[in-house]
């Protein structure tokens, strides 16, 4: 797990969804990330693991909106100072939320909208609504995308049905939302991951920023592999995420970071780049860091985020 003492990052959830998943990324224990736990609903927030902030006392009982995005969004403007205060000095703001709720869909894009007025490279990571969770929830969710996407820089959004082909075993119904917890979670300590990684090698926060201010939808993979083929390998399964909405074709942006041992060849990092890069339109903007680990023995490592993806 990588340290991060050099600038602030904040993970804040909103709503239930949202809360739940920031509370595992809290769990995974990275250093130096502020975490918080956004809700309208005061009961939900008291068994929060991280800082708790309550939003909306004078908009309506304390026990969430009950799926009405325009109470959510009237409860994080009625707060939209103390918002504003939570991402002073933030550089990058990850705001985590499940759409189709009230507090999730409507106070969401106005988190994300301080923590982008507060100067924070904001990066939403996103559920919609299960299909049988009815046509309502999923107009509700399309909205708050919407004003979401008018606010944060970037957006990853995972489809809850796209988490059924996630795992080959049976999916209760019972542990449905917790496994779209891990994946909220996952996908931001993913990004995470290579933006602190990045930045400890050679790609500073501007790079960053260029790849990823303003670029709309992003798109995350992460793979390894071993063994003669594995450029080959690990590029295919790289640049495919089903959980993900979005691939990665015609990306405009993409930030690429490889580790491997000390026995990797000039050859295999050029393949993997290349290759990668030919999936994206032919004037991204691509950034690249590596580093050796010589603790992944024969696995080759990529990450990479891809921006402004269709
Ligand atoms: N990740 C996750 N998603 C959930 C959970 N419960 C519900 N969801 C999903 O997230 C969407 C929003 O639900 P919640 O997060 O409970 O809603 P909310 O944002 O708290 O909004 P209100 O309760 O209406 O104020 C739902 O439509 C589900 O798709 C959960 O425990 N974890
Ligand atoms: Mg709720």
New binding site residues.
């Given amino acids: 797990m990588f340290e991060n003492d050099f600038m602030k990052i904040t993970v804040a959830g909103?709503?239930?969804?949202?809360n739940?998943?920031v509370c595992r990324v809290a769990d995974a224990k990275p250093n130096g990330i502020t975490y918080y736990g956004i809700?309208?609903?005061k009961k939900a927030l008291r068994s929060s693991a991280v800082t708790p902030i309550h939003l909306g006392a004078n908009h309506g009982s304390g026990r969430?909106?009950?799926?009405n995005a325009s109470l959510?969004k009237a409860a994080a403007e009625e707060n939209y100072e103390l918002l504003l205060d939570l991402f002073k000095d933030c550089v990058v703001a990850f705001i985590a939320?499940?759409?189709?709720?009230?507090?999730?869909?409507g106070a969401a894009p106005i988190v994300a909208k301080a923590a982008h007025e507060a100067g924070a490279l904001t990066i939403a990571v996103v559920?919609k609504?299960?299909a049988f969770?009815g046509s309502r929830?999923m107009a509700v969710a399309d909205v708050g995308l919407e004003e979401l996407r008018k606010y944060s820089d970037a957006v990853i959004i995972i489809p809850?049905e796209n988490v059924k082909n996630s795992t080959t075993q049976k999916i209760t119904f019972a542990n449905a939302?917790r496994l779209?917890?891990d994946v909220?979670c996952e996908s931001v300590l993913s990004v995470l991951e290579i933006l602190t990684k990045a930045m400890l090698i050679n790609i500073d926060i501007a790079d960053i920023n260029t790849v990823l201010r303003n670029s709309g939808d992003i798109f995350i993979g992460n793979a390894v592999a071993e063994g003669n083929d594995r450029v080959r390998k690990v590029v295919e399964a790289v640049i495919k995420n089903p959980l993900l909405e979005k691939g990665m074709n015609d990306a405009k942006g993409l930030i690429i970071y490889l580790s491997a041992n000390h026995n990797v060849s000039l050859e295999e990092i050029n393949d993997i780049s290349n290759k990668i890069a030919e999936t994206t339109s032919p004037d991204a903007n691509i950034i690249w860091g590596f580093d050796f680990d010589d603790s992944l023995g024969d696995l080759i490592k990529v990450s990479i985020i891809a921006s402004g993806v269709k």
């Avoid at 909103?14 to 949202?18: A, K, L, P, S």
């Avoid at 969430?64 to 799926?67: D, F, Q, R, V």
């Fill in positions: 909103v709503g239930c969804g949202g739940n998943s809700d309208t609903d969430g909106c009950g799926g959510g939320a499940g759409l189709g709720g009230g507090t999730g869909s559920t609504p299960f969770e929830r809850n939302f779209i917890d909220l």
